[in-house]
């Protein structure tokens, strides 16, 4: 319970700001609606409304706030109108429908677990190449580093144009960017931990005459699991951002980026809201699964109790 309150702490606190933020940010719509409906809001004029303030328009128009809360396009969407289009769009249509977030998660999905998996595979074995090389280190490491101020969006399209023009498109476009931005969080955490035995434990194998591929296995590569696992968690968030950025320079159809993208050009921000938040859903179940594997996995090897 103790570890459950101080999270349960920090979402209600974002949920109060989310919910006061509402107001000020569709009351101006929610005056012109109210207006259109009837409804007598100070001032009269819309023209006269732009020049006043947001939170002094709400307290000059009490009546319009909970409007502010149902608008069909506003600006800034309600927490309860983001979870009802999160469950209608979840569990209100098949799985097979083209407005489900299921058959769009398992499209963006695909992608990030294939990216991941070529840029975890790729990740350990420059960070192996790293340890056991000095060349390597010398010379792949300021690389893998200079390769992340690279920004995605600019990258993510010249990636889709290039393979494109080769005839590769859908799927493995999108895993390519994922795994970029994979990789290096891979080999940096296993660098680290392939270095992080001690001077006196490789003093101790060398007493053995432990070869360098025992040493490896026996102490290197255990003592690099903790760091693993937390490369792993970064990530995996990192090859679904990836896979959704590479949905957006392509008008793709499927995914959750196609629908943000659907959601800003034909202004219906509870799809986009919706999408963001089965995305951030998405990244905590596979963060999830990550913990669980190396709380089992470090138990079995007696790191934790």
Request: glycine content about 8%.
């Amino acid at each position: 319970m103790r570890s459950v309150l101080p999270i349960l702490t920090v979402v209600a606190v974002l949920l109060g700001v989310w919910m006061l933020s509402v107001v000020p940010m569709n009351i101006h719509l929610a005056a012109d609606q109210a207006q259109r409906d009837g409804v007598v809001v100070v001032p009269d004029m819309p023209i006269a409304r732009q020049d006043v303030g947001a939170v002094a328009l709400a307290l000059r128009n009490p009546a319009v706030v909970p409007m502010t809360y149902v608008l069909d396009r506003p600006r800034l969407p309600g927490p309860q109108q983001v979870a009802a289009e999160l469950w209608k769009t979840t569990f209100g249509v098949k799985v097979t429908s083209k407005k489900s977030l299921v058959y769009h998660g398992w499209v963006t999905l695909s992608a990030t677990l294939l990216g991941f998996a070529i840029g975890t595979t790729l990740g350990i074995a420059l960070a192996v190449g790293i340890v056991f090389s000095r060349t390597m280190d010398l010379s792949v490491m300021p690389w893998a580093i200079a390769s992340q101020t690279i920004p995605i969006l600019a990258l993510a399209p010249m990636i889709i144009v290039m393979l494109g023009s080769l005839g590769i498109q859908g799927l493995l476009p999108k895993a390519i960017i994922s795994a970029y931005l994979s990789f290096f969080p891979v080999v940096v955490g296993m660098v680290k931990g392939l270095r992080s035995p001690d001077g006196m434990q490789l003093d101790l194998l060398r007493t053995y005459h432990a070869s360098a591929s025992q040493g490896f296995w026996k102490l290197r590569l255990p003592a690099s699991m903790p760091y693993l696992f937390a490369s792993l968690k970064i990530g995996i968030s990192a090859a679904l951002v990836g896979a959704i950025v590479g949905e957006l320079p392509t008008g793709a159809r499927a995914g959750f980026g196609a629908r943000m993208l659907v959601g800003d050009q034909y202004g219906q921000p509870l799809v986009t809201w919706a999408a963001l938040f089965a995305a951030a859903i998405t990244a905590a179940v596979l963060v999830g699964i990550f913990s669980l594997a190396e709380r089992a996995s470090l138990k079995r090897m007696g790191m934790v109790r």
